[in-house]
């Protein structure tokens, strides 16, 4: 069994930063790409970065330049780092880790249960 737990969440003004961490728990598994999601109320869930084993990063337009992924392979855990937050980054945003299942031998995907940041104008 796989566990996604994310932490950092938190309230902000407009032009601070915040960090989101993301753990995945499992024993026999290799943890492929690992993304961040967000969610609005009313709204659907949209990809705001990803990052590949590799360090092959992917950016939404509207984070692309303020945000920033990474992920240290060793502890299974990713990293948003928030810069420049606006109003319109308020979101619950959640965490998505690929992961390959070595005695299972299949790929699957596990959500985190989301963490509420809220930026203020």
């Known amino acids: 069994q796989v566990q996604v737990v994310e932490s950092g969440g938190g309230l902000v003004q407009a032009g601070g930063s915040l960090r989101l961490s993301c753990a995945a728990y499992?024993?026999?598994?290799?943890?492929?790409?690992m993304y961040w999601y967000r969610q609005t109320p009313g709204k659907q869930r949209e990809s705001a970065a990803s990052?590949?084993?590799?360090?092959?990063?992917n950016y939404a337009d509207s984070v692309n330049g303020r945000f920033t992924i990474s992920r240290d392979n060793a502890k299974n855990t990713v990293y948003l780092q928030m810069n420049s937050l606006k109003p319109e980054d308020t979101a619950v945003y959640y965490c998505?880790?690929?992961?390959?299942?070595?005695?299972?031998?299949?790929?699957?995907?596990?959500w985190g249960q989301g963490t509420q940041v809220t930026v203020s104008s």
């Open positions: 499992g024993s026999g598994i290799s943890i492929n790409t």
């Open positions: 990052i590949t084993t590799g360090g092959s990063t």
């Open positions: 998505k880790v690929e992961y390959y299942s070595r005695s299972s031998n299949y790929v699957a995907a596990r």
